[in-house]
């Protein structure tokens, strides 16, 4: 499991008053990128090579709403990662570790080009590898 | 079902070139507060009556990326109405009727004061009545 | 002058119940997008080709907050064109024609691939042509 | 003057591969709350007291685009302090301390409950003592 702080902006929030639904997915794009940094393999390079990873399917469960001024946490599990494809289980907690909300993502590799499937095994060797640490 | 049309910002894009997979929940949420509208319920004058429908779950699969320059339109059903929540669907299509991204999410009926439950039956009428026609 | 109906979306808003100030800029271009296309040159077709138009200057004076649920539109009038260059004013009004925010925006035009100044009478004939018309 | 680190976000880049240009107000915007933070003022504590902030203009000359995975820093400076309106400079710079953006912004004071104009040498003393430090 991999953890960040969310860095909370004055335009994440909503007229609610609480940071609008639709933000806690840059926040969970953030926690994976991050968490592949830590494992040494750079999102932006990749873009670089040709190559994407674009969302398949999210879900999110909003259990307690996240005001800001809050200290909030993103944490990252990958959950599955095929030649194609890598799920993660994203949870947002404040810091005495309730968890405000609980999320999973599904992106696909593709080519930059044409945005047809890129099998990682071949093209994202170096991510393909992460299967052995999950 | 009730349809509008999305009008797409260049905000809405990222650089991927494509819309940005979360902003997908904005345009969710335009189609369930026309389609709301459409039946004579104005979402701002709920929440200036003292009652908010914060998002409790949402779930999309993106099917095909959508592109700026694209006519791109959102059509919402409701799914499930109780005293204490609505449950929408929502398909975002292309002119030809393409299915680009399915999603649904799922709203509930709080207190603006202090995000507690607001049973629709007794506080939001108008809306709780709206079972009947679905 | 050109003028549109901006679609005001839930999450244009922000914790102070009015819409975000630096979203006002996401409806400032699409006025000068749809003004554009209104002359015939649609801003899609010219990335296309190569070229863009990234911004180099902007300013907003906010005169008047806006809220959700209100009616604006965005009245854009074209102030400058030079072989490198478009200047663009840009109002947002009310129903009632009162002024909510006053701006303006500066786009020079470069070539996609290096960011380098792309001149508009050799690259963008037919923007280039829009002089005689301001 | 104060200077904070920008967390870049996914959501932050647009189609021309940079990041979008409102978005440039939201970063200004932390760099602000921040350097009031450092001065021992939070913002929140100020809206739950009544008050808030809301901008009343705003300038950008965008000199070197921004792109996903640069350093980016934001530099703030109070210029201007009145009893209603405080002024702010921002820059964007990168590592090698190269300007990416300058920016100012004027807030003023107001009530929550109706926008109209707090002074702060009386509603808001801690900020208004603040004229002595610039």
Same mark, same amino acid.
């Given at each position: ?13 909503? +007229?609610?008053?609480? @940071? ?72 947002? @907690?404040?810091? +005495? ?12 590799? @593709? ?10 095994? +071949? ?12």
């Amino acid at each position: 499991m991999h953890k960040i702080n969310i860095e909370l902006r004055y335009s994440d929030s909503d +007229q609610m008053g609480v @940071v609008y639904h639709a933000n806690y997915f840059s926040f969970f794009e953030l926690g994976r990128t991050k968490m592949l940094k830590s494992f040494g393999i750079d999102y932006y390079e990749i873009e670089k090579k040709g190559y994407m990873f674009p969302v398949r399917e999210v879900h999110c469960t909003y259990l307690k709403s996240i005001a800001l001024g809050e200290t909030i946490y993103c944490e990252t599990t990958i959950t599955e990662l095929s030649k194609v494809k890598i799920s993660f289980e994203h949870h947002l @907690v404040n810091e +005495q570790g309730e968890i405000k909300a609980k999320g999973h993502t599904t992106i696909i590799s @593709v080519k930059k080009s044409d945005f047809t499937i890129a099998k990682m095994d +071949q093209c994202l060797p170096e991510v393909y590898a992460l299967t052995s640490k999950i």
